[in-house]
């Protein structure tokens, strides 16, 4: 079970730390392994009706191919698909390091794009995540008046808080996925895409 006890205190020391793991953690994915497969987007009609994640589409039609991506500052945490037995997949994250903070998450800058792996080596985006540092967050919003939500939102949407240690070996952060180039019979919002698979990867999948 993780702690789900925050910490509203933040010293100018953890800060520091807490940017350099998350720029750390980051490494380039093989580019000879990620090339862009923007054709296969036509295998899955992007969901449609929702204004956020037409926001998303607009913002990230650019970014569908990953070496523009790369390009452009997002650079991947690792290069293994996270998937889930029976929850579907979450894909290959990439992140780009300079828009991870503890501010406003704007709908229109995701700091993490999220790719699925095709069997011939190439990678489709099918989502982002939002993502803000707890504890920068936390520090900047205490005392709030009863009644005011303590998490932040992405335009109306309430992110999850993943506490540390966690999987992925960050610090606790908020998060909100939206699946905006692959429908989600869980919702547009949910953190696992049962549409989303690790099974065309030829790397080991990570479990």
Not at 37 to 59: E, H, I, K, R
Not at 88 to 103: D, E, F, Q, S, Y
Not at 172 to 185: D, G, Q, T
Request: aromatic share 8%; with cysteine; hydrophobic share 40%.
């Amino acid at each position: 079970m993780f702690d789900n006890t925050r910490k509203t205190s933040v010293d100018v020391l953890s800060v520091s730390r807490i940017r350099s793991i998350s720029a750390l953690a980051l490494v380039c994915l093989p580019i000879a392994l990620a090339h862009a497969d923007v054709s296969a987007q036509g295998n899955w009609s992007p969901p449609g009706g929702s204004p956020f994640l037409t926001q998303v589409q607009q913002a990230t039609a650019g970014l569908r191919d990953i070496n523009a991506a790369a390009n452009a500052g997002w650079f991947g945490r690792d290069p293994f698909c996270v998937s889930g037995e029976d929850r579907g997949a979450m894909g290959v994250h990439v992140a780009n390091p300079a828009l991870i903070g503890g501010g406003q998450p704007d709908v229109s800058k995701p700091q993490i794009l999220i790719y699925e792996p095709q069997a011939n080596g190439s990678m489709v985006l099918v989502g982002v995540e939002y993502v803000v540092i707890a504890a920068l967050w936390d520090a900047q919003h205490t005392g709030l008046p009863p009644g005011v939500p303590s998490v932040p939102a992405v335009a109306g949407q309430l992110m999850d808080f993943i506490p540390a240690p966690n999987r992925y070996g960050q610090p606790a952060v908020y998060s909100l996925h939206a699946w905006a180039w692959r429908n989600n019979p869980k919702g547009n919002f949910a953190q696992w895409n049962p549409n989303v698979t690790c099974e065309k990867q030829p790397l080991p999948m990570n479990q």
